[in-house]
């Protein structure tokens, strides 16, 4: 029996994660997917390649040797993909692409380093920055195409967009909560807990719509523009939290669990995707840009089922 290039990608991504969960969450699979991959390349190496432990897995001598062999295969793999477009790869100019924070940190780095191995001629030139800067940056030509949360926009006349993917929200819960053990939690359920408010990217403005939708609102604790000071205090039993699985991480910098449950009431999804002015010719780095994230995302969602 030979390894497939699935259990491959599977197991890598489960040695960089460190975490089945976390890598099962990265390529949008379920947990046992890529336990039941690992668990059959063991079987056909005949070598155990994780130990596992409590917060996580680390590789063995044997899982490392494995570990280098396999990223190989992943490189070629690339590569194959790339050589019929070599033509490609050899265009040249500068692309300047903005973001916005939660897109610069959860989201877009493994994208544009692979980015730059495909196109090594475009010059990239990121830029962080809020939603509206980015939008106004947009029209007055200062940037050739953003990436950011596609459900924030607001200058719905004067930009065209398109939605690469839709984070779903869920709710974040200390382990041993009450909720936990609930079969269904509604809005209602989580106003009775005091609640940790992120801000940044207009996540605050998000949520306070969709609680307003529902009747209720937040008893807020605390309000910050930090996703790790909200997954700290969430973590350590001081409050609860609505946010996207993109931004999920299963432990705080203390090493304490926090858990994700869905939620019975509706909540809209965060919505990531490619934005540029309307009516304008793109750039040809800004269009070879957007095929990119376009065929790359798609391949992901192909190779991770």
């Known amino acids: 029996m030979e390894p497939s290039l699935r259990q491959i990608r599977y197991f890598v991504a489960a040695a960089r994660a460190g975490q089945i969960s976390r890598a ?7 947990q046992s997917a890529i336990t039941v991959a690992v668990r059959q390349l063991e079987e056909i190496t005949g070598c155990a390649l994780f130990q596992r432990r409590v917060q996580g897995v680390t590789l063995t001598h044997n ?18 993909v790339r050589a019929p477009r070599n033509t490609l790869s050899q265009l040249k100019g500068r692309l300047r692409l ?17 980015f ?35 459900s924030n926009i607001a200058d719905q006349e004067g930009l065209d967009f398109e939605t690469l993917f839709r984070s779903p929200r869920s709710l974040w819960l200390p382990a041993g909560h009450g909720l936990l053990a609930r079969d269904e939690i509604h809005l ?22 969709y609680w307003h939708h529902a009747g209720v609102r937040p008893r ?30 299963p432990w705080s910098l203390e090493g304490l669990r926090v858990e994700t449950v869905p939620l019975a009431s509706h909540v809209p999804t965060m919505d990531v995707g490619l934005v ?19 065929t790359s995302l798609a391949r992901d969602r192909q190779t991770h089922f």
């Open 63 to 80: 899982g490392m040797i494995f570990l280098e062999h396999a990223g190989r295969v992943l490189t070629a793999v690339d590569e194959a």
């Open 276 to 294: 540029w002015p309307v009516n304008a010719e793109l750039t040809a780095p800004a269009k070879a840009f957007a095929e990119f994230m376009r």
């Open 188 to 209: 209602s359920d989580v106003a009775q807990e005091p609640y940790i408010m992120l801000t940044v990217d207009e996540a605050s403005n998000t949520a306070l719509r």
């Open 98 to 114: 903005a973001m916005t924070y939660t897109v610069a940190g959860y989201f877009l780095p493994a994208y544009l380093e692979r």
């Open 220 to 249: 807020t604790l605390m309000r910050t523009s930090s996703v790790e000071a909200v997954r700290s205090m969430v973590a350590n039993g001081m409050g609860v939290t609505i946010l996207s699985g993109m931004v999920y991480r």
């Open 24 to 30: 099962a969450r990265e390529l949008n699979v379920s």
């Open 116 to 150: 730059t191995r495909a196109y090594p001629h475009i010059t990239l030139q990121p830029l962080e920055t809020t939603r509206s800067e980015i939008e106004s940056g947009l029209v007055t030509g200062d940037f050739d195409i953003a990436v950011l949360l596609t």
